[in-house]
């Protein structure tokens, strides 16, 4: 709902200068956040920059001459090493192809295998424990359930009613409420 200030138009009161204020502090912010973004994209090309000389350019440089080191006239040392960087892939196809490579070329002992049952009965359990089989019981839910969850409790949701109060939840919880300003 758009509130018409019109009616302090040339007065000079209280309210006037609480909304001078507040749009102060709202263009403050507005600049901040520009700046921030200005910044952000500056450190994305520092970031581009620097991988380009640290992986392309200097190598190439020694590479060229016969050298992988070199020391510059200010002392700094330089090494040219390989390196890499490397990641299971998500898509479980892909997945497979590389674990199967992996125990194929010596790579089991590092495989850490985990298996989840949905509801298991009571009695795979007991079994387990029977046996003394090591299992793991993982209990887990999306961080976006338990943040919708706490916001409905305290009444932070919209159209919600407060049923507890923050001290009511265990520290445990790494609650952080905080204020945010949405500017549109």
């Keep these: 709902m758009k509130q018409d200030f019109k009616f302090l138009e040339g007065k000079d009161s209280p309210a006037t200068d609480v909304l001078k204020e507040i749009s102060t ?30 992986q392309e ?6 590479l060229e001459r016969g050298l992988t080191s070199i020391t510059l006239e200010s002392g700094e040392k330089i090494e ?3 390196d890499l960087h490397t990641s299971l892939p998500k898509d479980p196809i892909k997945r497979k192809v590389v674990l199967r490579w ?18 298991p009965e009571k009695s795979l359990i007991d079994y387990l424990i029977e046996e003394d089989i090591p299992f793991e019981r993982i209990h887990d839910i ?4 338990l943040r919708a ?4 409790k305290l009444g932070i949701s919209k159209g919600s009613l407060q049923e ?21």
């Design 149 to 152: 969850f706490f916001k409905s």
């Design 25 to 54: 502090a709202v263009n403050i912010l507005i600049d901040i956040r520009k700046d921030i973004d200005h910044m952000e994209d500056q450190l994305k090309d520092l970031k581009k920059d620097e991988t380009q000389l640290s």
């Design 142 to 145: 999306h961080n976006s359930t």
């Design 80 to 82: 040219i090493s390989e």
């Design 164 to 184: 507890i109060e923050i001290g009511d939840i265990p520290k445990e919880a790494s609650i952080f409420v905080f204020k945010k300003t949405k500017i549109k």
């Design 57 to 62: 350019d200097v190598p190439n440089l020694l």
């Design 102 to 119: 992996l125990i194929n070329n010596g790579g089991s002992g590092m495989i850490k295998e985990e298996v989840k049952i949905e509801e």
